[in-house]
């Protein structure tokens, strides 16, 4: 049995409700009461992840000229990067376990991924 469900389609309509929780979801949160980083951190990634959908090569694409598996291989970093966040930058409480939940989605999400 194949687990691998998440299709280059479903990762598509993933991708902008994310990057844009990315951006508000610190601020109503209150995130930053560990580090200013944990709140910004989020929001520049969440920047970035519109950028990076806005130009990959998938149906809601707009200037498609980022091949599919880049963007993938940006999402893993992104998923290390914030697994490792709060331990490198002393992020504490929910300022953590925000970059922890998020971590794992992502890492989830990409594992997932079923190859075309």
Do not use: E
């Not at 920047?47 to 599919?68: E, S």
Request: glycine share 6%.
């Amino acid at each position: 049995m194949n687990l691998r469900f998440v299709t280059k389609t479903i990762h598509a309509y993933l991708d902008y409700p994310v990057a844009l929780s990315l951006m508000a979801m610190p601020f109503l949160l209150g995130l930053g009461s560990s580090h200013p980083l944990a709140l910004w951190l989020s929001v520049g990634t969440g920047v970035a992840a519109l950028l990076l959908t806005l130009l990959t090569d998938h149906q809601f694409g707009v200037v498609r000229v980022i091949p599919y598996s880049v963007h993938l291989a940006v999402d893993f970093t992104v998923g290390v990067v914030f697994l490792l966040a709060p331990f490198v930058l002393g992020f504490a409480g929910l300022d953590a376990w925000y970059y922890w939940i998020n971590a794992i989605a992502v890492l989830t999400v990409v594992t997932l991924h079923k190859p075309d």
